[in-house]
């Protein structure tokens, strides 16, 4: 089994930062992709920044330059550094990782709980 456990969401006024951690724990024998992803009410999920192993960061066009996505590979943690938010940045923010379980040596797709941001002043 494979756990990933997302902080850091919250209300912040329009202008201001926070940042969000994913911590992945279980199973793990290694980790590929690392990523978050969001979901406005009455909108699809999508894809805000994403942090290949070994590879270069990319990010939402609504995102770059305001959005950091960074990672921990010691301790199975990834980051996202939101600075600049704007109230179109409300959102359920989720985790998502491309892991590899030990046991199964299969790749399986997994995705965290989800954090609540609301920007709002």
């Known amino acids: 089994q494979v756990q990933l456990v997302e902080s850091g969401g919250g209300l912040v006024q329009p202008g201001g930062s926070l940042r969000l951690s994913c911590a992945a724990s279980?199973?793990?024998?290694?980790?590929?992709?690392m990523g978050w992803f969001r979901q406005a009410p009455g909108k699809q999920r999508e894809l805000v920044a994403i942090m290949p192993l070994g590879g270069s960061p990319q990010y939402a066009d609504s995102v770059k330059g305001r959005f950091t996505i960074s990672r921990d590979n010691a301790k199975n943690t990834v980051y996202l550094q939101m600075n600049s938010l704007k109230p179109e940045d409300t959102a359920v923010y989720y985790c998502?990782?491309?892991?590899?379980?030990?046991?199964?040596?299969?790749?399986?797709?997994?995705w965290g709980q989800g954090t609540q941001v609301t920007v709002s002043s």
């Open positions: 998502n990782a491309l892991v590899m379980s030990t046991g199964t040596f299969r790749n399986g797709n997994y």
């Open positions: 279980g199973s793990i024998f290694s980790i590929g992709n």
